[in-house]
């Protein structure tokens, strides 16, 4: 049995959420599921994004998913919070290109792994008389787990090389200690190939040759920033899927936001929602069931069963209802 | 007589300016080209890979073309100390589809506004006991002439959008205080559209809807990072042309490197050079003369002779011929 505490937070977060609990409950699997709130809803019935509660349930779960959030200017973010309290320092962001998608490549399968806890998102900023000057700040011991996760993942999945990127050529300090300790970590891995490019340059080849990449490991900013292109590449952010993992707590999440425009009305795309689902059935080992769901999935989005956003006429639970057909099946 | 002052550089910046001046020979402009010396050829020869005379020959010429140049680990660079230096505060770079040429979008037509002399690029790095910090500045007045920047030239060139891209959702000062102030400026422009959008969802808008960009205007960083993967959008960083302008000086470059591997080989292509001189003939206010270059390039590369990274057999050196020879026949 697993304990899987529930966030689905704001706008389409509830409804992807409900969509993907519904897929979960094809599986024979037992789940206890805690639900728990955080976002602007929340704020606006308790004052807080992140109600200590919130964190607590997060603490004591086996696994969380999370939905999406509307972060409003000068509230708290829930997930930036969630990522640093509870110390889920990698970030994992699978790309893989799914049948029957619009989508520019149909054949691209690797995975970004973004450091989740410093860079420019420590939150460090100050106002000058001039304007404002935030710190960007990269220790050596983040950027040697952050790599040493993605060479373990890497082998883990069977990948046979691993690439650094940073913008080392102008961060000479912090972008040079990412890049040496990605390097010292490689060295403890001589069966895998190891390289590193500049993010300028990244944002290119992910374009010209995304074909070549297998494991990519950056700091928090640039995964960011290139894995919302590398979504861009495989159909967009309704696709991607990802997983935020600590030493002692993993919270799993789309990459997607709440998208208040589109809320409501039951035509939000649940994949990148129920992928995430899989990327907690895998953490939590059960990576057959984790299949079963993509199996599934892409058996849905072959007979062209689809939300808007991809050209179908499905809505959201029906999507998810032809899911759950297309798992009990089997 | 335009003063003209050439710093070919290192690699296939020699190269692709050779032919660059090549085909400037076609016209009925005289100039008169003075060479300077910069990058790591020079740091050994001279032991500086910006010599001092070097720096004054760019501030007294009617403009500058700059090749390209390698930067070692260790050494200043050259092209980041001329944009300070000289306070070339924006860096210019159009995105435009070529005829006949193999990439993911026939049909773009947009420029990036990159600003140019702050955000990460100061150099203010330190090592700290865990790691290190580097600072980024944003002001107040950089951010607004940035702005004001794009809107004129938007106008300018007929445009009727400026979209400013930014992180302000987690660089809420910095960030925050480059949004305020383009909205100020865009507000002296009623007649224009203006909307802001996140850096991570631009990266993917880039690729999912490029076609709705007119201007863009951003930030240091993320113009480097946006404009090599818009460069990715139309085929490559041998199409991608720069200006870089302050109130006094301009400096025109490709945004391509020196690319060692491929140096001496009379097969660089040397598109993005030549389309450069054009952006420096239009800052000239020699319009006329930059669209010769323009159609003459495109005839060219409709006949399909160009360089191999683009699947043709031409060197650089018949590449420009044929666009000079287009030039002539008129
Ligand atoms: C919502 C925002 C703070 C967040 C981030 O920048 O990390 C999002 O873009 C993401 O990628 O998860
Ligand atoms: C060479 C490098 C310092 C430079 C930059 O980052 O600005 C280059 O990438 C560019 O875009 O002109």
């Known amino acids: 049995m697993y304990r899987i505490t529930v966030i689905p937070g704001d706008g389409i977060g509830v409804e992807v959420m409900e969509a993907a609990l519904h897929v979960l409950q094809a599986l024979e699997i037992e789940f206890e599921f805690t639900h728990a709130e955080a976002g602007n809803e929340c704020f606006r019935r308790c004052g807080d994004t992140l109600p200590e509660e919130t964190l607590k349930l997060v603490r004591k779960a086996d696994a969380t998913l999370f939905g999406a959030v509307t972060t409003v200017p000068g509230q708290k973010s829930a997930i930036i919070t969630l990522r640093r309290e509870l110390d889920l320092f990698a970030n994992l962001r699978p790309v893989k290109s799914l049948p029957g998608v619009p989508c520019l490549y149909p054949d691209l399968d690797f995975v970004i792994v973004r450091e989740n806890t410093e860079d420019l998102y420590v939150g460090d900023e100050e106002y000058t ?3 404002a000057v935030a710190k960007r700040i990269i ?28 913008k080392a050529n102008v961060l000479k300090k912090t972008d040079g ?3 040496d300790e990605f390097y010292k970590v490689a060295s403890e891995y001589p069966q895998m190939e190891a390289n590193d490019y500049y993010v300028d340059a990244t944002a ?11 494991t990519i490991v950056t700091t928090n900013l640039f995964g960011d920033i290139l894995s919302d292109e590398a979504a861009g590449l495989i159909g967009g952010l309704g696709l991607a899927p990802s997983a935020n993992i ?14 208040p425009q589109i809320a409501g009305k039951n035509i939000a795309n649940p994949t990148a ?15 057959q ?28 639970m029906e999507m998810a209802e032809a899911i759950k057909e297309e798992i009990v099946k089997g």
Chains 1, 2 share one sequence.
């Open 204 to 214: 290119m080849y992910l374009i010209t040759q995304p074909q070549e990449f297998q």
């Open 139 to 166: 220790t050596r011991t983040a950027s040697r787990r952050i790599s040493q996760f993605a060479f373990q993942y890497a082998q883990k999945e069977g990948m046979q090389k691993v690439t650094a990127v940073h």
């Open 289 to 316: 069931e984790a299949q079963k769901i993509e199996k599934a999935l892409q058996k849905t989005l072959m007979r062209g069963i689809m939300t808007p956003d991809l050209g179908g006429t499905a809505s959201t």
């Open 273 to 287: 929602m129920i992928l995430t689902t899989t990327l907690m059935l895998k953490h939590l080992n059960k990576k």
């Open 246 to 259: 600590g030493e002692k707590n993993a919270l799993f999440e789309p990459v997607h936001g709440s998208a």
């Open 129 to 131: 008389p001039e304007g």
């Open 177 to 179: 200690i990412f890049r």
